[in-house]
Nanobody, 128 residues
Framework: QLQLVDSGGGLVQPGGSLRLSCAAS????????IGWFRQAPGKEREGVSY????????NYADSVKGRFTISRDNAENTVYLSMNSLKPEDTAVYYC?????????????????????WGQGTQVTVSS
């Protein structure tokens, strides 16, 4: 059974940076595409960034394009989300999620209900 653990969240000032980690255990991540999602209080969960199983394909929501970078290290069974130029509206609980990949090099922006495994979430707060 694949298990995911999110970490790296915290309190940061506007314009600051954080790097989130999604560490997997129980199964290799090699065959899974990964999505990072976030959920702010009173709002629906939204997809932020996606990476293909090979790491060759990535995709981003317009709201984070140019500021966030998703990457993965399959040898370490870990996926990362580097977040720069953070804004107060980025404040949310961030979750990573995994789904079996059909395409190794294409990052598909799947909705949340198409992911089978989820991390527990890590809080990101952007505030001065």
């Amino acid at each position: 059974q694949l298990q995911l653990v999110d970490s790296g969240g915290g309190l940061v000032q506007p314009g600051g940076s954080l790097r989130l980690s999604c560490a997997a255990s129980g199964h290799t991540l090699d065959y899974y595409e990964i999505g990072w999602f976030r959920q702010a209080p009173g709002k629906e969960r939204e997809g932020v960034s996606y990476i293909s199983s090979s790491g060759a394909g990535t995709n981003y929501a317009d709201s984070v394009k140019g500021r966030f970078t998703i990457s993965r290290d399959n040898a370490e069974n870990t996926v990362y989300l580097s977040m720069n130029s953070l804004k107060p509206e980025d404040t949310a609980v961030y979750y990573c999620a995994a789904a079996r990949a059909f395409f190794r090099d294409i990052a598909i922006m799947k909705p949340a209900n198409e992911y089978d495994y989820w991390g527990q979430g890590t809080q990101v707060t952007v505030s001065s």
